[in-house]
């Protein structure tokens, strides 16, 4: 069983692209090449910066390989590995599953408080407890039931010593007001070098929380910094801002699925779901406006202008970053090794309705390069994790796919 789940879909293979090696050292990256949009933006609207949209194109030179490891795993949400080298997906119905590294299942976790696995809703994110090892905690995000509507939790539990059960759940934090949506609830969930968790959240979607992104009474289109207990951490920047919620971050956030911590300078980085163009990449900054709904680069999905059609306004920050039309950013993770050196310190980042996967040349906090991945695959991509020199990422279809040096 285990090595009929194996297949292997494709060798890539580009060999070395020859006019661009003007030096020992390997610049391939940042060739010239055009950018990789070149489809019409659903908005006219002009970037704030040289570079902040459609930078240019990038082409990876070392062979690398692509498998399916894994099929058929229902609704799989988020992809994280274990100390030792295993992985845990999520399933949004609501339970998890523990793959060998090399794709076999080999446990599945149930005992999670029910979930509402409906449209984007479900059991989503998890993370593991920097001590997993030795307590066995494990921290999870998912939409609840909630007074007369629904909201993104947060809950931890302990992993028995079977691994096939949650014991004792609890819930640690609710991103409160409870509204009647199935859609927008982020969520991503990471532990910051601190030991808090950063929680990504979305404002629901409906009119009603759109503008709540902009509350600080509200939980609503925020990121948040919690202990492991789901206290406010320890300097978050509105503890002392009357009716504030003191577990809030940052705010203006549209909907974000999308957290990673760069590998060099230690900063948040986080990818967000903008209307009809105007998806971002934002570093965040404690206690900073990231200004949804007040601006944004794109436009509604009827084609109306949100709001009065601001793109840039003092006080609230600008992405680093932005796609239109939309790359429809889920799960990403930095390339934090040196195995293929020219992706060392890249963002990859998982495209659902772009159907690729966008890697992303990052120098002085810009993007300097972007070149798609998996494009042939045609698959929604929900989330990409690192290990060890290797890339991991699952699809909407239920496919656990590797990517690896040849
Ligand atoms: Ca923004």
């Known amino acids: ?62 062979p690398y390989t692509v498998e399916i490891i894994a099929e058929k795993l229902g609704n799989p949400w988020a992809v994280i590995t274990m100390p030792d080298g295993r992985l845990l997906i ?45 307590n066995k905690t494990i921290y999870w995000t998912y939409a609840e039931k909630y007074e007369n509507g629904n909201l993104m939790a947060v809950a931890k539990g302990q992993l028995n010593e079977a691994e096939s059960k949650i014991e004792n759940p609890v819930v640690i934090f609710r991103a409160t007001p409870a509204l009647k949506s199935s859609l927008h609830f982020g969520s991503r969930l990471l532990f910051d070098k601190d030991e808090n968790l950063f929680v990504s959240t979305g404002e629901r979607s409906i009119l009603e929380g759109r503008k709540q992104a902009q509350w600080l009474n509200s939980g609503l289109g925020k990121i948040f910094k919690i202990t ?76 109306d202008e949100v709001g009065s059609a601001i793109q840039q306004q003092a006080g609230m920050e600008q992405p680093v970053y932005y796609w239109d039309p939309v790359l429809s950013p889920s799960g990403m993770a930095f390339y934090k090794g040196n195995t293929i050196p020219e992706w060392t310190n890249n963002l990859f980042i998982g495209g659902l309705n772009s159907n690729h996967i966008a890697r992303l040349v990052i120098e002085n906090n810009k993007v300097v390069g972007e070149e798609r991945l998996l494009t042939d695959k045609n698959e929604r991509f929900r989330d990409v994790a690192y290990f060890n020199g290797m890339l991991y990422a699952v699809t909407d279809a239920g496919n656990l796919y590797r990517i690896s040096k040849k």
């Open 1 to 62: 069983m285990l090595s009929t789940s194996v297949i292997l879909i494709s060798i890539h293979s580009f060999g070395c692209g020859g006019n661009t090696a003007t030096s020992g050292k390997q610049t391939a990256d940042t060739s010239q090449l055009p950018p990789v949009e070149t489809k019409r933006a659903n908005a006219d609207y002009s970037p704030a910066f040289k570079g902040q949209t459609r930078a240019a194109g990038v082409k990876t030179t070392t």
């Open 90 to 134: 999520t399933e949004k119905s609501g339970y998890m599953q523990i793959h060998d590294a090399n794709g076999k299942p080999v446990k599945k976790i149930t005992g999670f408080p029910q979930v509402e696995d409906r449209a984007q809703g479900g059991l989503l994110d998890v993370a593991l407890d920097p001590a997993f090892a030795t």
């Open 228 to 303: 492991k207990d789901g206290k406010p951490a320890a300097g978050n920047p509105f503890l002392n801002t009357k009716d504030a919620m003191p577990e809030i971050y940052a705010y203006g956030i549209r909907n974000a699925q999308s957290l990673d911590i760069h590998p060099v300078t230690g900063a948040l980085w986080e990818a967000e779901f903008g209307p009809r163009g105007g998806d971002e990449l934002n570093i965040i900054q404690a206690g900073k406006n990231y200004g949804w709904p007040v601006i944004t680069y794109g436009i509604e999905y009827d084609g």
